[in-house]
Structure formats: C-alpha cells, structure tokens
C-alpha cells in the first residue's frame, strides 16, 4: 500500500520507532518532518510511503526514487540522511486536536497503531511527537 504521507523515525527503547504522519497537500506534513530532524528523528519516507505488514507489525519505507529526499516547500527538493525503513508506532494526523482527548488508535493493514491529531503548523509540534512515542508502548498498543 503507498499512502500519501510522510514517515520520520526516532531511536527509543533500543528501537526506531515511526511516526506516520497524514494529511492534505499542504497541511504542513514536510515541514514538520524538517523541524522534526532537528529534534533528533530521522527522515524515512516524505510525501509517500510504502506500507507493508510483517509478524503483526507494520512498517514503512520510501519509494526507491523518494529516497532521502525531503521538499522544503517555496525552496526547493533536499538530500537528508534517511533511514531505509521503520515500523510505524504511531500515526499523527492534521487535525484540531482536544485539549486532554481519549487513546485511540487506527487499523492499517490489519494493525491497530495509535494515533493522535496534531495541529502540524504549531511550534511544539515536534516536540510532542517525541511525547507522544514516548507515551505509547507500540507492541503493546497501550499508553505507559
């Protein structure tokens, strides 16, 4: 499955973990992804990710002409280090999220993934993407 998103990794727990991070053409996801990096992730896949599901989990992976490429928009196309695939931990979709919201997750490809809305304009953006994989135990689909 390609979706129309973009994927950044942190290295947690002994792990990368993912970040699919979804939403409309120009709601922000690259440049999220670019004050991302300088938060410690690291690019996986930008504006399109492959899926694929393997022991229960998902993961994704750019495109082989995608790969390390990153659009800085109203500049230009960059080379970034990229990581060649990671599991997806968690799914941060463009949205007006709730002040305090309820865990909830999404099924892709079979595999429940937690999720959160996240305004991806907002400075603090990044910052709590770090949290929020921070919060969530992947292999275990609960918040810790």
């Known amino acids: 499955m390609i979706a129309h998103a973009g994927l950044i990794a942190a290295w947690l727990r002994g792990a990368w973990r993912g970040v699919l991070i979804e939403g409309p053409s120009g709601a922000g996801k690259s440049d999220l992804t670019l004050r991302a990096l300088g938060q410690g992730f690291w690019l996986v896949a930008d504006d399109r990710v492959s899926l694929w599901t393997s022991d229960g989990r998902l993961f994704g992976r750019a495109p082989d002409a995608l790969f390390g490429l990153l659009e800085v928009r109203g500049l230009q196309v960059i080379q970034v280090p990229a990581l060649r695939l990671a599991e997806v931990a968690l799914v941060a979709r463009y949205g007006a999220p709730e002040r305090i919201p309820e865990a909830r997750s999404v099924d892709l490809l079979g595999v429940s ?6 305004d991806l304009s907002q400075d603090s953006a990044a910052a709590k993407l770090s949290r ?7 292999a275990h689909k609960r918040r810790i």
């Open 113 to 118: 993934v937690p999720l959160i809305e996240l």
């Open 132 to 138: 929020a994989l921070d919060h969530f135990d992947a």
